[in-house]
C-alpha cells in the first residue's frame, strides 16, 4: 500500500511539473470531475479510429504499470477490454469498451491509472468528426465516486494524461512518430 501512495504522489509531482493544468477542466469537485480535450487530425476518421485503437502505437509508455507501452491492447468491440500484461503473468484491466461506432464513437468506463485505487469510476467518450480534410476528434472522461479528501485534485492531472496522450496520438497519424514536435494544437 505504500509503493501506490509513493507512486500517487510521484505522478502528481511529475504531472504538475511536465503537464500544467489546461483549461480544459470542465468541473472539479468533492465527487468527482470532467475533463475534455478537442484537437484536430490531418487525417479521415476512419485512420484517426484505426490508430486509436492501438495505443500501444501511440500511449505513452511513463503511464502504464509495465513501464511498456507494447503491453497495452484494446478489443474494440462491446464488452472488450482496455487492458495491460504484467510480468509474470499479472495484467491491468485500464477501461471496458461500452459502446462502438468504428470511425466515429468510442465509449469505455473504469478508472485509469491510480484511480484504480480509489473508490471511482468513470466514462471516458470519444468522438470523431469530419472537419475540412481532417478529423476532429473529441474526449471527455466524468470521474464520479468517494475519495475522503475529494477528488477535485485529481481533475488537471488527468486532464494533463490524457492530453499528452491526445497529442501523441495527433502526431503518430501526422508523421508517423507519437512523439510531438512543438505546438500541438
Not at 479521415?44 to 500501444?56: H, T
Not at 507494447?70 to 472488450?80: K, M
Request: proline share 5%.
Amino acid at each position: 500500500m505504500m509503493r501506490f501512495a509513493h507512486m500517487v504522489a510521484g505522478f502528481l509531482i511529475a504531472l504538475a511539473v511536465i503537464c500544467p493544468a489546461q483549461a480544459t477542466v470542465n468541473d472539479a469537485t468533492a465527487n468527482g470531475f470532467s475533463v475534455a480535450q478537442t484537437l484536430e487530425i490531418a487525417a479521415s476518421p476512419d485512420k484517426v479510429y484505426g490508430q486509436l485503437i492501438v495505443p500501444a502505437r501511440w500511449w505513452s509508455s511513463r503511464h502504464t504499470f509495465s513501464h511498456s507501452a507494447d503491453n497495452l491492447v484494446l478489443d474494440a468491440r462491446a464488452g472488450g477490454c482496455w487492458c495491460e500484461k504484467l510480468p509474470n503473468g499479472g495484467s491491468v484491466l485500464h477501461l471496458t469498451v461500452v459502446n462502438v461506432v468504428p470511425g466515429q464513437t468510442l465509449v469505455l468506463r473504469g478508472a485509469l491509472g491510480p484511480l484504480q485505487g480509489l473508490g471511482v469510476d468513470g466514462a471516458l467518450a470519444i468522438t470523431l468528426k469530419p472537419a475540412g480534410a481532417g478529423t476532429e476528434l473529441s474526449l471527455t472522461y466524468n470521474v464520479g465516486g468517494y475519495r475522503m479528501d475529494g477528488l477535485q485534485s485529481w481533475a488537471a492531472p488527468v486532464d494533463g494524461v490524457l492530453g499528452e496522450q491526445m497529442a501523441r496520438l495527433k502526431a503518430l497519424i501526422e508523421t508517423g512518430s507519437p512523439e510531438p514536435k512543438g505546438d500541438v494544437k
